[in-house]
């Protein structure tokens, strides 16, 4: 049998509610910041909205965001994306198991 939807859901706000209480989320935000910044990703997403921004009428945060959430999504370097995964299972099987 598998959870509701209510219970899927209540299980993730339970636990975003642990990993901010814990702090880990900060910890985990931080070091994908840094890992992001260390392989140019963020310069390079940066500098894509800004020349896009310079020419965009009306220039709009929300057109900006929804152009280049994809693009930015599937460019996440996969070493990064595994490192910060990897954070998270480790989390979650510390308070699960």
């Given at each position: 049998m598998s959870p509701s939807p209510?219970?899927?859901d209540a299980f993730y706000t339970q636990l975003q509610r642990r990993l901010l209480e814990s702090g880990e989320w900060y910890r985990i935000q931080s070091i994908l910041s840094s890992k992001l910044?260390?392989?140019g990703w963020s310069d390079d997403i940066r500098h894509r909205t800004k020349e896009r921004a310079r020419v965009m009428e009306p220039l709009s945060f929300q057109s900006l965001f929804d152009e280049f959430a994809p693009h930015a999504q599937t460019s996440l370097p996969l070493a990064v994306r595994r490192e910060v995964m990897s954070l998270?299972?480790?989390y979650?099987?510390?308070q699960f198991v």
């Open positions: 209510a219970d899927v910044n260390e392989s998270i299972r480790q979650l099987e510390k």
